[in-house]
Nanobody, 114 residues
Framework: QVQLVEESGGGLVQPGGSLRLSCAAS???????MSWYRQSPGKQRELVAT??????TRYADSVKGRFTISRGNGDTLYLQMSNLKPEDTAVYYC?????????WGRGTQVTVSS
């Protein structure tokens, strides 16, 4: 079975606006952790928020109080982003971690600009 991770929901938003990103995982079993990462041009990929199966959620300090990670039905992951800032501009990636493998989506672009 093909393993697939697909992000959606990115776009252009003004500062102070909101977006909700979605991630759909298919063909992946025994998921331990689902997370959101982001990467801006010239910077390393960084963890935004993580939702382990048996632990509390964690957020990067830069997004605490503004972003909320949640898991929907099945293997769907969301990232609700509010009060967006220009520095949140990046490609956002969904990551799915099992005991045996690490899966990435292709990313979705989020641009915060007036």
């Amino acid at each position: 079975q093909v393993q697939l991770v697909e992000e959606s929901g990115g776009g252009l938003v003004q500062p102070g606006g909101s977006l909700r990103l979605s991630c759909a995982a298919s063909g992946i079993f025994s998921i331990n952790t689902m997370s959101w990462y982001r990467q801006s041009p010239g910077k390393q990929r960084e963890l935004v928020a993580t939702l382990p199966r048996d632990a509390d959620t964690r957020y990067a300090d830069s997004v605490k109080g503004r972003f909320t990670i949640s898991r929907g039905n099945g293997d769907t992951l969301y990232l609700q982003m509010s009060n967006l800032k220009p520095e949140d501009t990046a490609v956002y990636y969904c990551n799915v971690l099992t005991a045996r493998a690490n899966y990435w989506g292709r990313g979705t672009q989020v641009t915060v600009s007036s």
